[in-house]
């Protein structure tokens, strides 16, 4: 406790949103992430009912950004934090958490993967089950600055379960950071349920 305080004091927090001192996302940004999100999302074609956090803009952006990019990994802790009161308000029931997967080259570079981050600690918090069982077989171009159809048939076929899920009743829920068309989820959702999977349920921190 006086070592964390030390170190408070030493290298002060900053908010990534609003960069006010005291924690990497304030109580204020936080309370803004919740008020971009609307009652309900629309539907994406091969997915169930989408949960997010909020919209992908400030301050949320701002997290998503730093997280991903410049690898500040404890906003994993706040934006699961925020997920996992999101969950709570649901009443989802009991699941497995699993994490969209990034390339290996991409896992290379970066160090990790940012989704599995945040889905780990979502699992911890909720008192659910955490199982990667996705993984990309394929090298295939960033979904980033495609349009809306090169999206889809950029990510098809791309994912591989090598779990079999076929005896879990239990859930599961796909965790991606960025939801924008859809396309990756829908991938990855298919994956899952071609392994046995009865119920896939996609999460994602942030809607585009």
Known sequence: MLL???????????CVGCNTEGSLLCTLCRQKIHHTRPTK???????????????????????????????????A?????ELALLCQKKHLPKGIITPIPLSQ?????????QSALVAKKLA??????????????????SQAKLKRAERLKNVQGVFLCHYNLSKNHLPIYLLDDVITTGATLCSATQALKESGAREVRPIAIARD
């Open 77 to 81: 802790t706040p934006i699961a934090q």
């Open 105 to 113: 080259d991409r896992l290379r570079v970066r160090g990790y993967n």
């Open 124 to 141: 911890l918090m909720l008192g659910w089950h955490y199982l990667e069982t996705l993984k990309r077989w394929q090298r295939r171009p």
């Open 4 to 14: 964390s305080k030390i170190a408070d004091i030493a290298f002060p927090q900053y």
């Open 41 to 75: 999302w629309p539907p994406y074609k091969g997915l169930g009912t989408l949960v997010a956090l909020g919209v992908f803009k400030s301050p949320l952006r701002e997290a998503i950004h730093s997280l991903k990019f410049n690898s500040v990994k404890a906003l």
